[in-house]
């Protein structure tokens, strides 16, 4: 009976699909037990990204379907998240206590690459990852503003140094030990080392993911760092404008010369919806976004609509995400961040992957 039983809850999870993977519950190893008294279930699963806020509707999905079933009396299910760490480009480890470094990067500026990564940071925090944001753009650092932090960061041995906290992530940027407008008047070489430095320097505190806003560009200040950083996948951010997509492309081919997965595609400033009188408008054109996801076989992440209030949220020094949580506006960023996460899960683990095992229980 037990046996049997077993079969029918793998039978039936293996109908209800991972929005998010694309794999059913059953063969995407996020089972990780089962639990049979009688009658009675308890089914255990562990996705591989963080989906605090979706959790519940999946648990209850899964209950549903579970106790539809005639053999099933009762069905307890618990969902979880556990992120690991996964492959880096080669001869490159990841970092002591950051699980995974993603890259934001758009190959021009001006398409609001930094406040996006500002966003996607405190989406996945808010979905109950351990996050941190690196100001990688030396030139212009704009981070410490955007996430309402400044002054000179903390080291308590003298050599590692603190990393801001803001919002719940943790943060640090140039901009913390220059004044703001001091102009980086450096070569590439002291750019690519300062980096360097502050990205390894710093005392992160057991991460699952370390967002890094790369500055604008695809020259060899861009390259050189792609080659040091032991990045696990890459965001790119444009708007759907012509001359946009044209940098975009060249960004995703940077990454692609550097052997890291670009897990998808950011379309800003898609729409805008005048504040007056309703009336929805494509200003930077439509559709250019999907078209290179297309065109190069990567994930449309998501679209974000023009909108004043994430330009005076960041501005003001609480990203939308935090400013206002339960949105319309940042529930778009914690999609595009459960998306993006969910993907890299997928990817191959950065040691040994150890495949889940269905345990059956008589409690």
């Not at 979880?80 to 934001?104: D, F, G, M, W, Y």
């Not at 398409?111 to 996945?124: C, D, E, I, M, Y």
């Not at 801001?164 to 703001?180: D, N, P, R, W, Y």
């Not at 946009?244 to 805008?272: Q, R, S, T, Y």
């Amino acid at each position: 009976m037990t046996q049997q039983l077993q079969e029918t809850v793998k039978r039936l999870i293996s109908q209800i699909v991972d929005p998010y993977t694309g794999q059913d519950l059953a063969t995407g190893g996020t089972l990780q037990g089962v639990g049979i008294d009688g009658s009675k279930v308890a089914v255990d699963i562990v996705l591989g990204y963080p989906a605090k806020s979706v959790a519940d509707e999946l648990a209850q999905r899964v209950r549903d379907v579970l106790q539809a079933d005639a053999s099933i009396a009762q069905a307890t299910v618990s969902v979880s998240s556990r992120v690991r760490a996964h492959t880096v480009q080669k001869e490159l480890t990841p970092l002591p206590n950051v699980k995974n470094i993603l890259a934001v990067a758009s190959g021009k500026g001006g398409v609001g690459k930094s406040t996006t990564s500002a966003n996607l940071a405190l989406a996945l925090q808010a979905e109950g990852a351990k996050v941190g944001l690196l100001d990688a753009d030396i030139y212009g650092p704009s981070i410490p503003r955007m996430m309402g932090v400044s002054g000179k960061p903390d080291s308590r041995d003298g050599q590692r140094i603190e990393p801001k906290l803001a919002h719940g992530v943790q943060t640090m940027s140039i901009g913390f030990l220059i004044e703001e407008d001091t102009p980086m008047i450096w070569r590439g070489p002291m750019v690519t080392q300062a980096l360097t430095q502050l990205l390894n320097e710093t005392n992160w505190v057991d991460l699952d993911y370390l967002i890094i806003d790369l500055p604008p560009g695809t020259g060899d200040i861009q390259l050189t760092l792609c080659q040091k950083v032991p990045v696990s996948g890459a965001l790119i951010v444009t708007t759907p404008q012509d001359i946009a997509l044209l940098d975009a492309k060249k960004a995703l081919k940077m990454f692609e010369k550097v052997e890291v997965p670009v897990l998808g595609i950011v379309e800003n400033m898609a729409l805008h919806t005048c504040s007056q009188c309703g009336h929805t408008e494509h200003i930077f054109g439509s559709g250019g976004g999907e078209r290179m996801a297309q065109q190069y076989d990567v994930p449309l992440l998501g679209s974000l609509p023009l909108d004043i209030r994430i330009r005076e949220q960041a501005d003001g020094g609480t990203p939308t995400v935090a400013a206002d949580p339960h949105g319309a506006l940042a529930q778009a960023y914690a999609e595009i961040a459960r998306k993006a996460a969910a993907l890299l899960s997928l990817r191959s683990r950065s040691k040994s992957i150890q495949f889940p095992k269905i345990v059956i229980q008589n409690t």
